[in-house]
């Protein structure tokens, strides 16, 4: 038994290296505020989207871009990855592009602090100009924001925009893909005819989960203080949703042009353990400008169940199979899910040796 003063000094100090050692696994991250130099570049970045957009759908004219693609009259689906480490499960993703050249474009938004490498293939000359990550801040927002502004700019025939992470996989084939996001029909939407230009003026729905009824609802909104979100956003209209999303045009341009909203979702937390302003900045925001447009749900699926830290299920190779892949497809809607996260790096070749016979056969 420790009883003399001088033996308790000496276990204090030598918990010390070990409570650094663990912090980080224990203790949810400090929240680094945004340089006010990434504030102003988005905010140009921003300005010139939306702009470029207004005068396009003003004038009914096709856009002059500075495109990273081919440019063509077909409506094309925007994937916009968001990663701060190699892209593990590049070489699936290049099987499912595969054929389809002229229905897609790739943007990839990589942390520059982190070391990622540049896949050759469909991911060549993909990565945006990017700026800092780091998971449950604002930082995240900023950076969907920016591969939604790039995608906008780039490519007028970009109809939806899909955010998926490195951790993503897909769980059919891109004609699938395609045909489940061009295929319902028109909604209505509380959005103008003049809100979006042309080529892309199809009232469909955005697939983005948005949810009322979260137990952690109150928590979260007071995260920052208890009065710090009003009066732009009163807790009745305060909502929570998954960060992987899909959206249409009209709402990526009503995300990119937001400023009344963003200046209290990037305030800095006092309770960092419930403030998660990624998966509260963009349901709250659509839910706000436009419910109806939204589907209220996402494609991308997610097993929360026995999650630790805020981190879902994370599957490993033992555990990829089809029967796996055709229970990742059901879900509670009328539409199949579309990808799926989170897998480790070394599901890629179980992934490989089924993406013919399982993945992409539908």
């Not at 918990?15 to 224990?26: D, E, G, M, N, T």
């Not at 509380?190 to 928590?219: D, M, Q």
């Amino acid at each position: 038994m420790v009883s003399s003063p001088f033996a308790i000094s000496s276990v204090l100090l030598l918990s010390i290296p070990v409570l650094f050692l663990l912090a980080p696994r224990i203790l949810p991250p400090r929240q680094i505020p945004i340089p006010l130099s990434d504030e102003v570049d988005d905010l140009a970045l921003f300005r010139r989207a939306a702009a470029l957009d207004s005068a396009h759908s003003a004038s009914n004219l096709p856009s002059s871009f500075t495109h990273l693609g081919a440019t063509n009259p077909k409506l094309k689906i925007a994937f916009l990855f968001l990663t701060n480490s190699d892209l593990h499960f590049a070489p699936l993703w290049e099987q499912f592009f595969r054929g389809n050249e002229d229905l897609y474009n790739i943007y990839v938004h990589a942390d520059p602090t982190v070391q990622v490498a540049h896949p050759a293939g469909v991911f060549e000359d993909r990565f945006i100009a990017a700026k800092k990550t780091q998971r449950a801040s604002p930082m995240l927002i900023s950076a969907a924001r920016r591969l939604l502004a790039t995608a906008l700019l780039d490519d007028p025939y970009n109809a939806f925009f899909a955010i998926l992470s490195q951790h993503c996989v897909p769980l059919h084939s891109f004609r699938f893909v395609h045909h489940a996001l061009f295929a319902p029909p028109r909604v209505k939407s509380a959005l103008s005819v003049e809100s979006t230009r042309l080529p892309v003026r199809l009232r469909y729905s955005s697939f983005i989960e948005i949810l009322s009824n979260s137990s952690s609802l109150w928590k979260r909104y007071t995260a920052r203080g208890r009065y710090a979100m009003l009066p732009e956003v009163p807790f009745s209209k305060f909502r929570v949703g998954s960060q992987f999303f899909v959206l249409t045009r009209r709402h990526a341009l009503v995300v990119v042009k937001d400023r009344q909203l963003w200046k209290k979702f990037k305030l800095p937390c006092l309770r960092s353990d419930s403030c998660y302003p990624e998966e509260h900045y963009f349901p709250t925001l659509l839910s706000m400008t436009d419910p109806n447009g939204c589907t209220h749900y996402t494609l991308t699926r997610v097993n929360w169940t026995g999650s630790t830290h805020g981190h879902p299920h994370t599957y490993r190779s033992a555990e990829i199979s089809a029967e796996l892949i055709y229970r990742l497809r059901q879900s509670n809607s009328n539409y199949s899910y579309l990808f799926a996260r989170k897998f480790t790096p070394d599901c890629l070749q179980p992934l490989m040796n089924i993406a013919g016979t399982v993945i992409f056969r539908d």
